[in-house]
């Protein structure tokens, strides 16, 4: 079995300091009433940063984007997590899969952004080419150094393991990591009438450059204590005191909550309407809810009446991340006559939440750097928070305890 590569450079020790914060984060998430929030160097620190990286995200399924942003053979999407380049492609015999798009030969990235590459991947610095399967197919002027067919032999595009689930695409940089969807299924099922698996992408907006932490962007749409003050009156027709928590156990890989509406058909903007049509395969306890969900480390989204909105957080750093957003519709919705203007109208709506949140979120990463800042208690109403804890403490402790046993 494939190991995963670590940098020799980059320290992955537990220091002193590191073995400090991870105590203090395995004594704070045992329960609500006794626990405390996570210490501010989890947000801040380059140090827990780079063990993070290692312990959740190196072994972690990651969520890329959705089956039919790439329908043809060559679309491909091009999704950065921190130092890892990765590309999610379709190949000619209409299979997904995902690479690391960094030549073999001086380690040029392969491709930016998304579209189509056609049947190949040409490398832009001296041609190297490769299929869509990732072997190298042509490498100009090599054959004087090392005969082609030797290098083909051994030359392909590192391959990482590709799961879907409900149309995302995941895949996971540990070769040995256990597949994702068992770990789903009281979510699948509390999903099963909404037929995700058959919703038509949007076009996914970026958001780059996001001046905070990877954890309080999952935190923000897990937690809905902060939507009774933040949101307000924005927010009165799902209140938080219509959520009901889910229990949470070890072999969950997702945390979630329904939270009722007032009224059945709402929706998140200004009117508290759906605007547009209702899925018609909901039944009614569906149409007076919405469901918030996080499948860690980098994937949430919320379920209403009338489609799907997501949001795929990229680490770029300690306090940095990009996002890629993006909304699903039942196709019947889009063919709506006035689609195109109820989606606009239905897109702003979500961003005046985007907005407030983000700012709060900037706010909270510019706290947690004060030397002063001590974890926080929990309300009751943060239940689905202390999952996302336990979530990280048992994927922190099990890595931790790989690094002492090495
Ligand atoms: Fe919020």
Redesign the pocket.
């Given at each position: 079995m494939k190991s995963i590569p670590h940098s020799v450079i980059r320290t992955v020790a537990l220091s002193e300091g590191l073995r400090r914060v991870l105590k203090t984060i395995d004594d704070g998430c045992s329960d609500l009433a006794g626990g405390f929030n996570l210490p501010r160097e989890c947000y801040t620190d380059p140090e827990f940063y780079a063990f993070e990286q290692e312990a959740i995200f190196m072994r972690s399924w990651l969520c890329l984007g959705r089956v039919d942003e790439i329908p043809e053979p060559g679309d491909f999407v091009r999704v950065d997590m921190d130092d890892e380049p990765l590309v999610m492609v379709r190949d000619s015999e209409g299979e997904i899969r995902v690479f690391t798009p960094v030549c073999a030969h001086r380690g040029h990235v392969l491709c930016e952004g998304s579209g189509s590459t056609g049947r190949l991947f040409r490398c832009p610095f001296h041609a190297w080419t490769y299929g869509l399967d990732g072997h190298l197919v042509a490498a100009p002027s090599m054959n004087e150094t090392v005969p082609l067919a030797d290098l083909k032999a051994e030359t392909s595009l590192p391959s990482h393991q590709v799961e879907i689930w409900n149309g995302f695409v995941f895949t996971n940089l540990d070769p040995a990591a256990p597949p994702l969807t068992p770990t789903l299924h009281k979510l699948t099922a509390a999903l099963e009438n909404y037929h995700i698996e058959d919703m038509v992408s949007m076009p996914v907006a970026e958001i780059r450059d996001c001046e905070w932490n990877w954890k309080p962007q999952l935190e923000?749409?897990i937690e809905p204590y902060?939507?009774a003050y933040?949101?307000g009156v924005l927010h009165d027709f799902a209140h938080v005191r219509l959520t009901s928590f889910v229990p949470f156990e070890e072999a969950d890989g997702a945390v979630y909550h329904p939270t009722g509406f007032y009224h059945e058909n709402a929706g998140f903007n200004p009117t508290a309407q759906a605007l547009l049509p209702i899925i018609p395969t909901l039944n009614e306890e569906q149409r007076k809810e919405v469901i918030f969900a996080s499948i860690p480390p980098n994937l949430g989204f919320g379920v209403v009446p009338e489609g799907l909105f997501y949001y795929l957080v990229l680490p770029a750093g300690p306090g940095k991340i990009n996002l890629r957003i993006g909304h699903l519709y039942p196709e019947e919705s889009t063919q709506h006559p006035v689609f195109e203007h109820l989606y606009k109208i239905a897109q702003d709506g979500l961003v005046i939440?985007h907005n407030?949140?983000a700012s709060s979120t900037a706010s909270v990463q510019r706290g947690n750097k004060s030397r002063f800042r001590q974890p926080g208690r929990y309300s009751f109403q943060e239940e689905s928070l202390l999952q996302f804890y336990q979530w990280l403490n048992i994927r922190y402790q099990a890595y931790a305890r790989t690094l002492d046993d090495a």
């Open positions: 923000n749409g902060h939507s933040l949101h939440f407030q949140d």
